[in-house]
């Protein structure tokens, strides 16, 4: 089955800075990558998604990069405010259902 | 209108009940989930259904018994509960087309 790994485990950066956040996927044949944010206490909440067919997706200060040779993608963060403090999850799902495989999660610090 | 609406929000309860969770999606998918996440926040897949049938049941205690009525209803109940199942439990719907919405999770108490 699928498996992703996630990196850094957790991430402290100085608001206005930008954060950068990777993960791998181990089946070539995945190809839909969601981004997930869960604040304290709440749902966690898609935030950003790239399908395989997409090198790079943007949306405001978040981006979403895929290298499908390398089997890894990325979540970009710039501009750091400390309301985007929150764990950050990806994931990766194979064609053939819909489940989808996350990563562990990155506790992301942003200080004021 | 919540999309993915999942009661009650806390349960605290003791050694040996049985509890129910409830969850109802209005977004017209066809698959829903329950994930597990404990306290260093690893989302774990339990069951999913889809279109009221059960197609992922990962290894969990056959003490945890989902149950479907309909699509849009995802209910778990659990026997003999224990401490180790205390944790935050999410119900997600979602199709092959586009990613999950979560419901708002049940944390679980068990004293």
Redesign the interface.
């Known amino acids: 089955g699928e498996n992703v790994e996630q990196h850094p485990s957790t991430l402290s950066v100085q608001e206005g800075d930008s954060a950068v956040i990777k993960c791998t996927y181990s089946d070539s044949a995945s190809n ?1 990558f ?1 981004w ?1 944010k ?1 604040e304290l206490g ?5 935030i950003i ?1 790239i399908r395989s067919n997409v090198g790079e997706k943007k949306d405001q200060r978040i981006a979403v990069t895929l290298n499908k040779t390398a089997k890894h993608f990325s979540l970009h963060i710039t501009e750091t405010q400390p309301e985007d403090s929150a ?1 950050y ?1 990806c ?1 990766a799902r194979a ?1 053939s ?4 495989t ?1 990563g ?2 990155t ?1 992301l610090t942003v200080n004021p | 209108d919540t999309a993915v609406s999942q009661t009650p929000k806390y349960l605290v309860t003791q050694m040996g009940n049985d509890k129910s969770i409830k969850c109802e999606q209005n977004l017209g998918h ?2 829903m ?1 329950w994930y597990k996440q404990d306290s ?4 774990k ?1 339990m069951f ?1 259904y ?1 279109n009221k049938e059960l ?2 049941n990962e290894t969990v205690p056959n003490r945890f018994s989902p149950k479907s009525p309909d699509k849009a209803h995802l209910n778990l109940h659990i026997n003999s509960l224990e401490l180790g199942d205390s944790a935050v439990y ?1 119900c997600a719907s ?3 087309n586009y ?7 049940t944390r679980l108490t068990v004293v």
């Open positions: 839909y969601p997930y869960q709440k749902r966690p909440q898609l998604d764990v999850f994931a064609p259902g819909s489940r989808l996350f562990e999660g506790q | 066809d698959t989930y260093k926040k690893f989302l897949i999913s889809n197609i992922i999410f979602g199709g092959e990613g999950y919405t979560f419901g708002s999770g």
